[in-house]
């Protein structure tokens, strides 16, 4: 059976909220995300299907995401 931790994993991004500078409108108007800050990082927050295209869009641009 699948823990939380691996639900997440498919619905949830997370990266330093300065690498999303320039990108972080782009990446909202593309996608069907939420965008959350906190403490200098940024919860990318989505369905599986949106967080699989999110992170496609931020690898092609040269952002790693976890």
Known sequence: MSGPAAF???TE????????DGHREDLTD?????VFSA???C??????VEIKGATDFLS???I???
Do not use: K, N, W
Request: a positive charge; hydrophobic letters at 30%.
């Open 43 to 48: 919860r990318i927050v989505g369905s599986p």
């Open 13 to 20: 991004i997370v990266v330093p909220c300065e690498a999303l």
């Open 8 to 10: 997440r994993d498919s």
């Open 30 to 34: 593309e996608f069907t995300v939420s």
């Open 60 to 62: 092609r641009r040269g």
């Open 39 to 41: 403490g200098g990082t």
């Open 64 to 66: 790693p995401v976890q």
